[in-house]
């Protein structure tokens, strides 16, 4: 991230200043501010201390436990530079109440002769214990006259995120001078808009108190969020990203679409062909995306499901009334392997019907690759299935007016949009469907997605097995390897996941070969492969279609299996260290057993002591399999940026806002939002831009 401000909508405002327009900032100084998402004066202000101290009173020395962050003022006893193992000065600071030992490392000699026995010292520093008093490794210092009286601070201290060559004295300068302009924050929602106790709080009054609070401020309440103050901004952040994602559906609305009517009757060919029948759930969610489908402005749905839910069949009969309406759809996947999966299901699916489905992979050699682009092109194929490969300039497609993104998570919004403008014909956009295996709690997908329409595949279809969870220490590791050979005995296979704490790809890549060289010497009669994201594509995708194809009896893999293997014979998976992972990675690890008609099992190994997070997640996933309850419990484990993957999915970084912690805000966020769009539109943009600057974090065209 670079230096540069944004553009400013008002140059006279000072808060749309660049920083550099403050005192003490330049260039260098200005570009490590970047790093903190600092570009304007404004910016300071919503950027909220992570904590407070408390400098407004002076502590006795004689008072003082090890762990306090205290103020003190002492006179200096003696001052020397001692040379143990390294060369330090040794203050010693008397009260009358007590002593106090202080050491510094670094040091000059000015400040040594400022300190010298007789002087006034006022401190700021934790106090430690040296077992014979206590003393401060380097506190603040500040040397005041004999007869001063012990001044200090008159509001509690802020300590601010902060990044390297940022010191906190710095960010509070800043910070000081940016809150001298609050007369220039105006407050826009009021009682309008408002209900209490929010509405008796000015935003302006809130942030002061938030950088500022006095000293008898309830930190607790303060930190934790519920605080009204923190609550007001928390309010207004939401109320932006909200209206953003509004005008982005608004703005989508105004785009036209190729209505998709289905005609030649090939939905119901393909539905008296499936062995199955589809579940009320499928059946509900097809009917929200056909109607979505025959309008003139595209659809823009997201269709979430469990592990197992059947998200592809509905997708299939979204492209199958694309395709009978003379159009082409696109379906995009995250890996290789899944693209590759969903080109054979929808190959075996839809060649009886006559429709061509083609493959773009980066494993296609140039002559095979160049009769599909031409088959893409020319119309030919139909149904076009790949992953972000599907980007690439020398892909053209014929007609394309209906966009599948599998796994919405791991792609960004742009990379969604970009799809979507290989469609573009002249004015003309594709439909998007959008789906997720990651289950979603209902009031994060509504404010996370609000750009989007939202379909539940709430049901399992008939005939699945529930999967047995099972939770057993590592040292019962030799219990589960023999578990392992009487399955695979019995004709079935295995998973067996490799996870590490540290995120480090190399370091799994080699607790995953540790694995699978243990396992082979421990299990010689089973035909084992491995799977991890330090091979190359095609030597792991091969080792996965070996596993499918049945040639393999054990796979040993890192979490590169979560999506995208489905291996109905497989009916054993064990994670290692499971109390390291997410519960809803834990969730999508488990479904990949449990796929066919075989009862199957799921045994989380842990590694003890385990801690209190650890333990609510091996508990949910033991005590449920319901991918939504457990999305819940992982949202408030966790937060909801990990849960979603930020970067992944656009979701802003809030400042403020928590999604989990302000769930009670969002249905008042959700009405005020649309009386906003409907009563003052230029309101919409004024907050918008207050809280995300003139950067388009939404692009629409």
């Avoid at 550099?20 to 260039?27: C, E, I, S, T």
Wanted: proline share 5%; net charge neutral.
């Amino acid at each position: 991230m670079g230096s540069k401000a944004p553009a400013r909508s008002d140059p006279g405002s000072p808060l749309d200043q660049p920083l550099q327009w403050l005192k003490g900032v330049g260039p260098k100084l200005a570009e490590k501010l970047a790093r903190l998402g600092l570009h304007r004066v404004g910016d300071l202000l919503f950027h909220l201390p992570l904590r407070y101290q408390d400098r407004t009173r002076v502590a006795p020395l004689g008072a003082l436990r090890p762990g306090m962050e205290v103020t003190v003022v002492g006179e200096v006893a003696f001052a020397e530079v001692v040379m143990r193992r390294r060369r330090m000065l040794v203050c010693q600071l008397k009260d009358g109440s007590g002593k106090l030992e202080l050491r510094f490392f670094h040091f000059s000699e000015a400040q040594r002769r400022l300190w010298r026995p007789g002087a006034k010292l006022r401190c700021f520093g934790e106090v430690r214990s040296t077992g014979v008093g206590n003393q401060m490794i380097h506190p603040e210092v500040e040397v005041v006259g004999k007869t001063e009286p012990a001044l200090v601070e008159e509001t509690l201290t802020p300590v601010y995120p902060a990044t390297e060559g940022v010191h906190q004295l710095t960010l509070r300068r800043l910070s000081d001078q940016a809150l001298a302009h609050l007369d220039q924050v105006e407050d826009w929602l009021g009682e309008r808009y408002l209900s209490e106790p929010l509405a008796d709080l000015s935003l302006a009054d809130a942030l002061r108190y938030l950088h500022r609070p006095p000293p008898d401020a309830d930190q607790t309440l303060l930190l934790s969020g519920e605080h009204p103050a923190r609550q007001r901004l928390a309010f207004e952040e939401l109320l932006a990203h909200q209206l953003a994602l509004r005008k982005l559906r608004l703005a989508s609305a105004r785009l036209r679409a190729t209505p998709l009517t289905g005609r030649g009757g090939l939905e119901a060919r393909f539905l008296a062909a499936l062995p199955f029948a589809l579940t009320a759930a499928q059946q509900r969610v097809a009917d929200e995306i056909a109607a979505d489908l025959q309008n003139a402005a595209p659809m823009m749905r997201l269709v979430q499901g469990d592990v197992g839910s059947g998200k592809t069949v509905v997708a299939a009969l979204a492209c199958l009334r694309a395709a009978g309406s003379g159009w082409q759809s696109a379906i995009m996947a995250p890996t290789e392997i899944l693209a590759e999966q969903h080109y054979q299901t929808l190959s075996h699916w839809f060649e009886p019907l006559g429709l061509r489905v083609a493959w773009v992979s980066g494993r296609l050699g140039a002559a095979q690759r160049r009769e599909t682009l031409a088959a893409i092109a020319g119309g030919e194929a139909r149904i076009v299935v790949g992953t972000h490969a599907l980007f690439q300039d020398d892909v053209r497609f014929s007609a394309l007016a209906l966009v599948v993104i599998d796994e919405q998570h791991r792609f960004g919004v742009h990379q969604r949009m970009a799809l979507r403008d290989k469609g573009r014909d002249g004015e003309i956009h594709p439909h998007q469907l959008i789906m997720t295996a990651t289950p979603i709690p209902r009031t994060l997908a509504q404010t996370a997605y609000a750009d989007l329409d939202l379909s539940v595949i709430d049901e399992l279809p008939p005939g699945r097995q529930p999967v047995k969870t099972v939770v057993l220490a590592e040292a019962r590791r030799a219990e589960v390897v023999e578990r392992v050979a009487a399955a695979c005995r019995e004709g079935r296979q295995c998973y067996w996941v490799c996870t590490l704490i540290e995120e480090s790809e190399a370091l799994e890549a080699q607790a995953a070969e540790d694995t699978a060289a243990a396992l082979a010497e421990a299990l010689p009669d089973l035909a084992i492969g491995l799977a991890h994201g330090r091979m190359k594509g095609e030597e792991r995708d091969r080792a996965m279609q070996a596993f499918k194809a049945g040639d393999l009896d054990l796979l040993v893999a890192t979490t590169v299996i979560e999506v995208g293997v489905d291996v109905p014979n497989a009916s054993l998976m064990v994670i290692e260290n499971a109390e390291r992972l997410g519960l809803s990675q834990l969730h999508q690890l488990r479904g990949r057993v449990g796929r066919g008609d075989i009862a199957s099992t799921c045994v989380l190994m842990y590694s003890p002591p385990l801690s209190e997070q650890g333990r609510r997640r091996l508990a949910a996933m033991r005590e449920t399999r319901d991918g939504f309850r457990i999305a819940q419990i992982d949202m408030e484990i966790r937060g909801p940026g990990e849960l979603l993957g930020t970067r992944q999915t656009g979701l802003i970084s809030f400042r403020v806002a928590d999604i989990v912690r302000d769930k009670a805000l969002i249905g008042d966020v959700s009405r005020v939002a649309a009386r906003i769009v409907g009563e003052q539109p230029g309101l919409a943009d004024r907050l918008i831009r207050r809280w995300q600057g003139d950067k388009a974090r939404y692009r629409l065209v």
